[in-house]
């Protein structure tokens, strides 16, 4: 079975993400093509700087909030949808609520508690392409971060 090795890129020289208050010129003409956040959501952009072989790259969309937790593995529900702007032919991805908390229930030790960035189970993979803002939209209470994994050489199977 051939593999595919996969290395997490630094996630800073990948631009940063926004949201709608902060969106460059060059952004908020791209952003046109996608519909403005509902109420009670954010509309969060990722701006990727153009890289020599963008199919080598992955975009990896990690959602989630900072809470108290313990030792437990602790995550949250909820689907990441993938949506097209009409019109555009441009996907854009939606997490319409954060499901409820879930984790493991192993006994802690007393002050064990501490702050954490708690994710949703799923954290998809997507297309690195630079001529395209990376556009998310989430609950408002929800932080979008995200990854850039780049692929590693090409193994034979034997």
């Not at 009670?40 to 909030?65: C, N, W, Y």
């Amino acid at each position: 079975v051939a593999a595919l090795t996969l290395a997490a890129c630094a996630t800073a020289q990948a631009g940063s993400p926004m949201t709608d208050s902060t969106p460059s010129a060059q952004t908020a003409d791209a952003l046109k093509a996608f519909p403005a956040a509902s109420a009670g959501q954010t509309r969060h952009v990722i701006t990727l700087p153009a890289q020599t072989d963008e199919s080598a790259l992955k975009v990896e969309l990690i959602l989630g909030k900072t809470q108290t937790v313990d030792c437990n593995r602790q995550f949250f529900g909820g689907r990441l949808e993938t949506r097209t702007a009409e019109g555009w032919g441009y996907d854009y991805y939606v997490l319409p609520a954060l499901g409820n908390a879930a984790g493991t229930m192993m006994g802690c030790p007393p002050g064990s508690e501490r702050q954490a960035f708690v994710t949703t189970q799923e954290q998809p993979l997507i297309r690195y392409n630079s001529r395209l803002p990376v556009v998310v939209y989430a609950p408002s209470d929800v932080e979008v971060r995200y990854r850039v994994w780049r692929a590693g050489e090409t193994q034979t199977a034997r």
